[in-house]
C-alpha cells in the first residue's frame, strides 16, 4: 500500500515505500496511464528506463 501524494505533499518520506521491494521510496514517477509509482533508488535504477508514459520523474537520491 502505497501513501497518498498530493500537490500539499511533494516530499517522499520514510511511510512511502518502493512498489517493487517495499525499500523506502526515493524516486516517484508520474505517468499519464499507469498513476504515480514509487521506486527506492536501486530499483529506480533498473526499471525506470521500462515504465511506458513518463511524465515527471521526482528524485531524491541526490538531494541538493
Not at 521491494?21 to 525506470?48: D, K, P, Y
Amino acid at each position: 500500500m502505497t501513501a497518498t501524494m498530493t500537490i500539499d505533499n511533494p516530499i517522499l518520506n520514510r511511510t512511502h515505500r518502493c512498489e517493487r521491494c517495499g525499500a523506502a521510496a526515493m524516486v516517484r514517477v508520474t505517468t499519464e496511464t499507469l498513476g504515480i509509482w514509487l521506486f527506492c533508488g536501486h530499483c529506480a535504477s533498473q526499471h525506470l528506463d521500462a515504465i511506458p508514459g513518463v511524465r515527471h520523474v521526482h528524485d531524491e537520491r541526490n538531494p541538493v
